[in-house]
Nanobody, 115 residues
Framework: QVQLVESGGGLVQPGGSLRLSCAAS????????MRWYRQAPGKGRELVGE????????MYADSVQGRFTISRDNANTTLYLQMNSLKPEDTAVYYC????????WGQGTQVTVSS
């Protein structure tokens, strides 16, 4: 069955960095573009960015452009999100999924940016 397992979150000070991972299984990972989403407290889920099937192209939300980098390892069916220059407004639960979305969503990983 489909499994999306996010990890790597934590508490970090403003300006710090984190690297999130998403272990995917239950579908042909290399056949799909993959996305990172986030959901801040009291807000809806928003798209952070996307990477194409082979990893040759990425796109990002304006709010993270230049600070976040998405990559993938198709051999190990793992998606990554490198987050640099973190800001308090990046605080959220981060999720991965494919395009189109597949259910169920993973449990997400909490990122808290605070001094």
């Amino acid at each position: 069955q489909v499994q999306l397992v996010e990890s790597g979150g934590g508490l970090v000070q403003p300006g710090g960095s984190l690297r999130l991972s998403c272990a995917a299984s239950g579908f042909t990972f290399s056949s799909y573009a993959m996305r990172w989403y986030r959901q801040a407290p009291g807000k809806g889920r928003e798209l952070v960015g996307e990477i194409t099937r082979a990893g040759g192209s990425t796109m990002y939300a304006d709010s993270v452009q230049g600070r976040f980098t998405i990559s993938r390892d198709n051999a190990n069916t793992t998606l990554y999100l490198q987050m640099n220059s973190l800001k308090p407004e990046d605080t959220a639960v981060y999720y991965c999924n494919r395009r189109p979305v597949i259910l169920p969503w993973g449990q997400g990983t909490q990122v808290t940016v605070s001094s």
